[in-house]
């Protein structure tokens, strides 16, 4: 007893003598503040200046840039050295495309193992469409991509720097109109350089080369590409740059002399095979609509068409949409969408502003394209992968979503950190933040009630043999609409699809979906209107975005708090994905298995969902790995079983009481000083680590179950759909 009082002591003596000398820097401490606040980036760096901080934002931006490019050079990299890309291309819909080889001969001996692992990112069918047709154009494009790689990091430092000279001209001059004249002896091509990019306006140089003309003038380079590359190689033309402007009708004498309909002349036949000169035609710019029969995607000259009708609206947009003086890509300070008093309020140049806005913008755009891509697929012979098709759908769903969360965490932060109070829009919309919030509360409360009642009756009603009871509600209007288009769209055109009827179990779930949707954007709208102050904690401003609980001492500050409402919103948000994809991928696997039959009668009750599409599609998955031995799912197999574990595991972080946690840390703590040897591989013997805040370990938690959620579902996608 003696002996474990000293100990005891001894340790509390240390623990507060570290604590006061480290100012509370432990271990885990310190790397879970590091990962909680790692985009708060003006107190992490220490910034005070918008200057310093646009340098270390376009710093971010290019080394993320660097990395993305190294990324997508290292995939292809791969197609090209252990891919079967060229043996692909002389059949792609019967030939599987192959991501990587398993040079293991354990692997490559055994039957269950063809020796390679199977891709489905669809970076096959882009290549296709995109005009490559060899392994060598494959290697060059890699070669591209890693130069634009170092480009990317020199732009990031060529960025750096000449911010660092803007920060001496600050400092001499102490303020931003000084600071412009200050610099009037840097080159030119400093100049022109901050010039495209810059956000605030800080080098007074109005260029008008910003987002509009930027994004027009990357769709006519793509249009050209499209034009010039992947046409004529869809034409069995080898492409080169001796041959690269020869394919007619490449000259522009037809666009001068206003014959333009020469470039829609000469179409390719019906009959044309994609990839040969067999039915081909002349043509660089269409108008057809529709899919093409062999490669069931889009037309390469339809897409052309579209890319350089875009770029040049963009183009003409970014000139002439306020003046000649003020174009599409203005600066955003000026954008007189806040107050209808002041032009250039200060609210308008907050940078988390600016990023919720495009992040909302973005997620739209990425939700959009992920509905388009399986059924106007831009790709040669996609919709014949179906695996990929729903997994390139999925992914840009999970993409979309995370972004519309962004979205509104930096609405939030926006409305803490940057705004002060004025007579505009975002005033009043505070002003009358009750009548939103209650108004979609009582949505939510109708959506949830009336659906979950819906779907318990008739579990009920059939779990007692009594189907016929079930209450079956028709989508009416829905069902007119599809007719409608149908008739109008594809019959005019003399174009048959194969038509997803629509019925009471997409009544149903089409509800569920939207109280997911509504509830996700309630929990998400209250927590950013109410991150100023509530009635609770008025002064809830002055604690930052997130902050922990107070306990009964401010009358319970427990799940108040603008991440409180970002952590709850996030499992809302995962759940809805979750019911949008099980009804996306369902409804596919039962069009393509001819058995749409079976969604009908199983989709209008719970059970029917859990059975006869989540076990009932788990079950190759759950016999990837079993007695009999393995197959080519086993793999798949044990990445749905280890996702499951660390999704169960963030369960554990939810239950985040201070009390629990400080517990299980002074169990740990005692633990590492009874035992020296754990002690001192804890980073020498110096750190120790000390309990999470209620913060930390929700976003542990938090990551642990999104993370564990995404890779469960991609594995029961693979092994349910090939």
């Given at each position: ?22 100012n ?28 310093s ?41 019967a ?16 039957s ?14 882009w ?146 095979i ?26 390469l ?6 890319h ?65 891509m ?105 069902q ?67 902050f ?52 009908d ?13 989540l ?65 001192d591989?804890?980073?020498g ?26 890779a ?11």
């Open positions: 007893m003696r002996l474990l009082r000293f100990h005891s002591d001894s340790f509390n003596q240390d623990l507060r003598l570290y604590l006061h000398q480290t509370g820097r432990c271990a885990t401490g310190k790397y879970f503040q590091v990962i909680g606040n790692i985009h708060d980036i003006e107190s992490y760096l220490g910034i005070d200046n918008t200057a901080l646009n340098a270390q934002i376009f710093l971010c931006h290019w080394a993320h840039l660097a990395i993305i490019f190294m990324w997508v050079s290292g995939n292809f990299f791969h197609i090209g050295w252990n891919g079967n890309y060229e043996l692909w291309l002389k059949n792609p819909i030939t599987i495309p192959i991501a990587h080889s398993i040079w293991d001969p354990h692997f490559a001996s055994s269950a193992y063809s020796g390679s692992v199977q891709t489905y990112s669809g970076i096959y069918n290549l296709c469409a995109s005009g490559f047709n060899s392994v060598s154009q494959i290697y060059n494009f890699v070669v591209m991509c890693e130069l634009l790689a170092v480009i990317s990091m020199l732009l990031a430092k060529l960025h750096n720097l000449y911010f660092d000279s803007l920060l001496e001209a600050l400092s001499l001059s102490k303020s931003l109109t000084q600071g412009r004249q200050a610099q009037s002896g840097f080159s030119w091509p400093f100049k022109l350089f901050v010039a495209c990019f810059d956000l605030l306006g800080s080098t007074g140089l109005r260029l008008n080369f910003h987002t509009g003309v930027l994004i027009g003038l990357v769709s006519i380079a793509w249009s050209g590409h499209i034009i010039h590359v992947a046409i004529p190689a869809s034409r069995g033309i080898v492409v080169s740059f001796s041959t690269l402007f020869s394919s007619p009708p490449s000259s522009l004498y037809p666009f001068y002399t206003l014959n333009w309909i020469e470039y829609s002349s000469d179409m390719d036949n019906r009959n044309h994609f990839g040969s000169s067999i039915g081909a035609g002349r043509a660089i710019l269409g108008f057809d609509g529709g899919l093409k029969s062999d490669t069931a995607s889009l037309y000259t339809d897409i052309a068409h579209h350089l009708a875009l770029g040049i609206l963009f183009v003409w947009a970014g000139h002439v949409y306020s003046s000649l003086y003020l174009g599409f890509g203005h600066y955003f300070s000026e954008v007189n969408f806040m107050s209808s008093t002041t032009l250039n309020s200060s609210n308008n140049s907050s940078l988390h502003l600016n990023l919720s806005l495009a992040l909302a913008g973005s997620s739209v755009i990425t939700s959009v394209l992920a509905f388009h399986y059924s106007l697929t831009p790709l040669p012979y996609l919709s014949y992968d179906y695996v990929t098709s729903v997994a390139l759908y999925v992914h840009h769903q999970y993409i979309a979503s995370l972004l519309m969360m962004g979205a509104f965490a930096h609405a939030g932060i926006f409305l803490v950190r940057d705004y002060t109070l004025s007579d505009d829009l975002i005033s009043r919309i505070l002003e009358n933040k009750a009548v939103l919030i209650s108004h979609l509360s009582w949505v939510c409360l109708w959506l949830g009630f009336h659906t979950l009642a819906l779907y318990i009756h008739n579990d009920t009603v059939v779990a007692f043999g009594e189907q016929e009871k079930q209450i079956l509600i028709e989508p009416v209007f829905a007119v609409i599809q007719e409608s288009i149908f008739n109008v769209g594809f019959q005019s055109q003399g174009v048959g699809i194969l038509q997803m009827p629509l019925g009471p179990g997409d009544f149903l779930v089409h509800h569920a979906i939207a109280l997911g949707l509504h509830v996700t954007v309630l929990v998400l709208l209250k927590g950013a209107l109410d991150a100023r102050g509530s009635k609770l904690m008025p002064d809830k401003i002055a604690f930052s975005y997130g922990a609980c107070d306990g009964p001492g401010r009358g319970g500050t427990c799940d108040i708090s603008a991440w409180d409402s970002f952590y709850l919103a996030m499992f809302w948000m995962l759940n809805t994905d979750a019911w949008i994809m099980f009804y996306f991928h369902w409804k596919n696997l039962n069009l393509w298995q001819n058995t749409l039959f079976q969604f009668e199983s989709s209008t009750y719970l059970n029917g969902w859990f059975r006869d599409y076990w009932f599609h788990s079950g190759a998955l759950i016999r990837g790995y079993d007695a009999f031995g393995a197959n080519d799912l086993s793999v798949w197999a044990w990445v749905f079983l280890a996702a499951h574990l660390c999704w169960a595991t963030g369960f554990m972080f939810l239950i985040s009481w201070r009390g629990y946690w400080q517990e299980l840390i002074d169990i740990i703590l005692y633990m590492h000083l009874k035992t020296p040897i754990l002690y591989l804890w980073n013997g110096v750190y120790t680590p000390v309990a999470l805040s209620i913060v930390q370990a929700r976003f542990i938690g938090l990551f642990h179950f999104a993370v564990g959620f995404i469960t579902y991609a594995a029961f996608v693979i092994g349910s759909t090939s």
